[in-house]
T-cell receptor, first 116, second 119 residues
Framework: AQTVTQSQPEMSVQEAETVTLSCTYD???????LFWYKQPPSRQMILVIR??????QNATENRFSVNFQKAAKSFSLKISDSQLGDTAMYFC?????????????FGKGTHLIIQP | NAGVTQTPKFQVLKTGQSMTLQCAQD?????MYWYRQDPGMGLRLIYY???????DKGEVPNGYNVSRLNKREFSLRLESAAPSQTSVYFC??????????????????FGDGTRLSIL
């Protein structure tokens, strides 16, 4: 079974700074997808960014980008020019390509606080 | 555009009581899921249904039962609630990998969650 580890329970940065959230995972699969989800206090689960394991290019979405290191099984999220609205729980998640109906495997989350 | 609708949003139960959490989606997705979220933990899969008429256990199925009533609805039942089942419960739906919606902005659509407290 796959596991997802987020080693930073909480992080705090000043507005406009850049912050990087860490995620490592363990799987024997070669084809899979990785995601970062944001959960604000409203409890909504909002997809921030995704990465297909077969793609070497790191995904980017506006201020959000990832550093995907397949050999190291590492998938970190970088938030540039952080904003107060980025304050939330962030979850790294994994799904293997062969078991798309099996649901996502989540890490325990990182609570990100953006200070004014 | 409702997406995934969960009812109720909040519930307080006594130990030993039973209840059913309801979930409905209007996106014609084949797969549906129930997750629980505990403090300091990510979401953990309780049960899933790959398609209408099928259900399978996830990571933490003990103490729960599910019913895939039709393609739209997937309910979660607690037969005899225990304090350890105090949690926030999320329902989600998706197409499997290879389905069109999986490659959309939201591969899994989540409901707003049900906060369940068991005393």
């Amino acid at each position: 079974a796959q596991t997802v580890t987020q080693s930073q329970p909480e992080m705090s940065v000043q507005e406009a700074e850049t912050v990087t959230l860490s995620c490592t995972y363990d799987t024997s699969e070669s084809n899979y997808y990785l995601f970062w989800y944001k959960q604000p206090p409203s409890r909504q689960m909002i997809l921030v960014i995704r990465q297909e394991a077969y793609k070497q290019q790191n995904a980017t979405e506006n201020r959000f980008s990832v550093n995907f290191q397949k050999a190291a099984k590492s998938f970190s999220l970088k938030i540039s020019d952080s904003q107060l609205g980025d304050t939330a729980m962030y979850f790294c998640a994994f799904i293997e390509s062969g078991g798309g109906a099996d649901g996502l495997t989540f890490g325990k989350g990182t609570h990100l606080i953006i200070q004014p | 555009n409702a997406g995934v609708t969960q009812t109720p949003k909040f519930q307080v139960l006594k130990t030993g009581q039973s209840m059913t959490l309801q979930c409905a989606q209007d996106m014609n997705h084949n797969s549906m899921y129930w997750y629980r979220q505990d403090p300091g933990m990510g979401l953990r899969l309780i049960y899933y249904s790959a398609s209408e008429g099928t259900t399978d256990k996830g990571e933490v199925p003990n103490g729960y039962n599910v019913s895939r009533l039709n393609k739209r609805e997937f309910s979660l039942r607690l037969e005899s609630a225990a304090p350890s089942q105090t949690s926030v419960y999320f329902c989600a739906s998706s197409d499997p990998l290879g389905g069109a919606s999986f490659y959309s902005n939201q591969p899994q659509h989540f409901g707003d969650g049900t906060r369940l407290s068991i005393l």
